[in-house]
């Protein structure tokens, strides 16, 4: 572990540099990225100069306790050691940690799908709800949430509703959001007070560019239609709306978001791209056999992965185990906590693998 932490130091040393030469600094590409990799490495470095000094205290208290003739002294060493062992294994926990390789595409943007399962209205209601919590945490953490397609419910909410989100880590911070999404609650339409079950899926894909998913626009059909839902005037008079048929697969993409025909096609055509990306990711992680897949859910929206009990104001994750009381706050998108247990759980599993070996 030392060894990867010098190296790292010695790169981080160099970006540095690098970073402050003329050529660089009028090469916004370039400087961008040494920027961004200057920013990653800086938080281990330092992380590393305070597991340094740590280790250099702790070497001193142990000779000064060996070679010192001084009870009072003595005493003092006795103290510091006492004070600065146990702040070793976690700070060693935490820099093995912070060396696990990152997933490339955590740093990229999504396509966020949620689409009313089992559970009629309900589901829709529900489906609603989670794009609220969604966008209200997208909100609190600085992202941007913009609706590219969406289906309103007879009794509110959505029958489906698709997103792009982007900013800082989100697909790190989503991609285990993927899967089935349970509610146990008295709908708002049952006179009796019956708890009712029902469901809604979420996927998210991965915002792909061009040049990760070669489409043949050969194998497209490209269809118009006027808009629906709030837009003005334009709405139900032109045919800006585009519902794109992807022919060798079947797959359907449509967007309605823009006034504008050619913004809807390039949104369309996003959507179509990450859904063809993430049909082939899943064919490689089914030949992977990927192990920690097994542990945190496959993100496969057969997954139920999650619960949300009402009346018992509960929450609960089934791939981890974690249970919580605090609903509300989580429908209000404080889901932070929900997020950091699959962190932690898929960085558990890289661990038992030797990750950062």
């Not at 281990?44 to 070679?67: D, G, H, P, R, W």
């Not at 993430?278 to 990927?290: F, P, S, T």
């Not at 542990?295 to 018992?312: A, L």
Request: hydrophobic share 35%; net charge negative.
């Amino acid at each position: 572990m030392i060894d990867k932490l010098q190296a790292i130091k010695m790169r981080f040393e160099e970006v540095a540099e690098d970073i402050v030469k003329p050529d660089n600094v009028s090469d916004m590409k370039k400087y961008t990225s040494l920027n961004k990799e200057y920013k990653q490495l800086e938080k281990i470095v330092l992380k590393f100069q305070e597991y340094q000094t740590l280790l250099s205290n702790l070497e001193n208290a142990k000779l000064m306790l060996e070679q010192e003739k001084d009870p009072e002294f003595r005493q003092l060493a006795k103290e510091e050691l006492d004070a600065l062992s146990p702040q070793k294994e976690p700070l060693e926990a935490e820099l093995k940690e912070m060396l696990i390789p990152k997933d490339p595409n955590d740093s990229k943007n999504v396509i966020l799908e949620i689409r009313a399962g089992t559970g009629g209205d309900e589901a829709s209601i529900f489906a609603g709800d989670l794009h609220r919590m969604y966008q209200r945490y997208a909100e609190k953490i600085g992202w941007k949430m913009d609706a590219l397609d969406f289906t309103e419910g007879t009794s509110g909410g959505y029958k489906e509703i698709i997103c792009s989100v982007t900013g800082e880590d989100v697909y790190g911070k989503l991609k285990f959001e993927s899967g089935v999404h349970r509610v146990q609650r008295v709908p708002a339409t049952e006179t009796q007070g019956r708890v009712h079950t029902s469901a809604a899926t979420v996927a998210v894909l991965l915002e792909v560019e061009e040049v990760d998913v070669q489409i043949n626009m050969n194998d497209i059909r490209k269809d118009t239609f006027c808009s629906s839902g709030p837009g003005g005037q334009s709405v139900n008079t032109t045919y800006s709306a585009i519902r794109l048929t992807h022919l060798p697969t079947g797959l359907v993409v449509q967007c309605q978001d823009e006034k504008s025909q050619i913004k809807n096609f390039d949104k369309a055509l996003k959507v179509l791209r990450s859904r063809l990306f993430d049909i082939e990711q899943a064919k490689q992680d089914q030949e992977l056999g990927d192990l920690r897949k097994q542990m945190v859910g496959s993100g496969d929206r057969s997954d139920k992965i999650r619960t949300y009990n009402y009346p018992q104001s509960r929450i609960t994750d089934h791939r981890v185990g974690y249970t919580a009381y605090n609903l509300p706050s989580i429908m209000d998108g404080n889901i932070e906590e929900l997020l950091e247990q699959m962190r932690i759980a898929e960085n558990a599993e890289k661990l038992k693998e030797g990750a950062f070996n």
